[in-house]
C-alpha cells in the first residue's frame, strides 16, 4: 500500500475562544499502489494497473475529534475526464482505462450540526496526489516448433502485451521439473533482457540431447508479472531416412556398373567378328554354264523352240540383233 501525506494546516480547535481551525487535515492512500521511482512534478506518485478497480481512501486527522460531530463531504476528481463524484464516504473506488499520468483531487467539507455560520462556519480542505497507469503483462506467448532434431538451431519468438519498459526472463528445462514452479526460484538460471521499446523477442537454443523440455519465460514490469511455458520435443536425426538414401546410393551404383559392363560386352563383340567381303555375281551367266548337252537334246526332241527357253536377257539379245 502507497500512501502519502499533505499537511494543510494543523487540524485541532485553537484555545483562543471562537478560533477554530481554518482546513481540514488529511491524507489520500491508494491501495495495491506501487510508489513511483521518478516524481511527478513537485510530488510522488503510485503506479496502478489499467481495467482494474482502484481503491482509494481519505484519511482525516483529526487528533482531537473536532470533526467527531461534523458532517463530511468528498468530492472527487480523478484527472481522467470522467465525471466528479460526491459522496459522504471517505472512500471510493475507480478504475482507469487508459495507461498514463493522472492527478486526483479531493475537496473535503465539514458541516456541524445546528451551527452558526457567524461563529462556525464549514470547514474544508483538499488532498492532491498523483497516479500513473500502466498496462498489465498479458498474453504472454511462445511461438515455435513442438517437434525438431537435436543438433539444429531452434528459433522462439516470445511477445506479451504490456506497458514499457519490460523485464524478459527465459529457460531451457526438462519437462520432469515444474516450469512454473522456477518462476519463483532464486537458483533459476535464466538470460535477462530488458526491452524499453518493444513487447517481443527471439531466443535461439540447440538441443543437444533427444527428449522432452519445457521452454519457460517470465516477463514483468512495475506493476505486474506473467509466466508462460511450451512443451517440446527433440530427438535424434531418423534412422529410416539415412537407410533411404544409402538404399538409393546403393541402387544407382549397381545400375551404373551393369550399364558399363554392357557397353565393354558389346565393344569387344565388335572387335571379334570377322569381316564378309561380298562379291558382285552375274547369275544369268552362271545359269547359262550350267546348262547341260543332255538337257540341250532334250529340249530338241520335245521339238521345243528355242526361243522359249533362253532367258530373258538371250531373247533380248536375239530381238536386239535382228
Request: with cysteine; aromatic share 10%.
Amino acid at each position: 500500500m502507497a500512501r502519502r501525506k499533505i499537511v494543510v494546516c494543523e487540524g485541532r480547535k485553537m484555545n483562543t475562544p471562537a478560533t477554530y481551525a481554518e482546513h481540514i487535515n488529511a491524507d489520500l492512500v491508494i491501495k495495491d499502489g506501487v510508489s513511483c521511482n521518478t516524481t511527478f512534478g513537485l510530488e510522488t506518485c503510485d503506479i496502478v494497473a489499467t481495467n482494474k478497480s482502484v481503491d482509494m481512501v481519505v484519511n482525516i486527522h483529526d487528533p482531537s475529534n473536532f470533526f467527531k460531530d461534523a458532517t463530511l463531504l468528498y468530492h472527487w476528481t480523478f484527472g481522467d475526464g470522467s465525471a466528479d463524484t460526491t459522496i459522504n464516504q471517505p472512500a471510493v473506488s475507480h478504475m482507469y482505462r487508459k495507461p498514463g499520468r493522472y492527478g486526483i483531487m479531493v475537496n473535503m467539507t465539514a458541516i456541524f450540526p445546528d451551527s452558526n455560520i457567524e461563529t462556525r462556519p464549514p470547514k474544508t480542505g483538499d488532498v492532491k496526489h498523483n497516479l500513473k497507469t500502466m498496462d498489465a503483462v498479458r498474453n504472454l506467448t511462445i511461438h515455435g516448433k513442438d517437434n525438431l532434431e537435436t543438433g539444429v538451431k531452434a528459433t522462439y519468438n516470445i511477445s506479451c502485451l504490456a506497458s514499457l519498459p519490460l523485464e524478459f526472463c527465459w529457460f531451457v528445462i526438462p519437462t520432469t521439473t515444474n516450469a512454473m514452479s522456477k518462476y519463483q526460484s532464486n537458483d533459476m538460471n535464466c538470460n535477462k533482457i530488458m526491452l524499453t521499446n518493444q513487447t517481443w523477442f527471439e531466443v535461439d537454443h540447440w538441443f543437444n540431447t533427444s527428449g522432452g523440455y519445457s521452454i519457460g519465460v517470465y516477463a514483468r514490469n512495475a506493476i505486474s508479472n506473467s509466466g508462460a511455458d511450451k512443451n517440446v520435443y527433440a530427438q535424434s536425426p531418423k534412422k529410416s531416412q539415412e537407410v533411404v538414401g544409402l538404399v538409393i546410393g546403393i541402387f544407382f551404383g549397381i545400375a551404373a556398373c551393369f550399364l558399363c559392363v554392357a557397353v565393354f560386352t558389346n565393344y569387344v563383340r565388335n572387335q571379334n567378328r570377322p569381316h564378309v567381303e561380298v562379291a558382285n555375281f552375274d547369275f544369268q551367266r552362271q545359269w547359262q554354264r550350267s546348262v547341260t548337252l543332255g538337257t540341250k537334246i532334250r529340249r530338241l526332241l520335245l521339238g521345243g523352240s528355242r526361243a522359249e527357253h533362253l532367258p530373258l536377257s538371250q531373247d533380248f539379245n536375239r530381238n536386239h540383233s535382228v
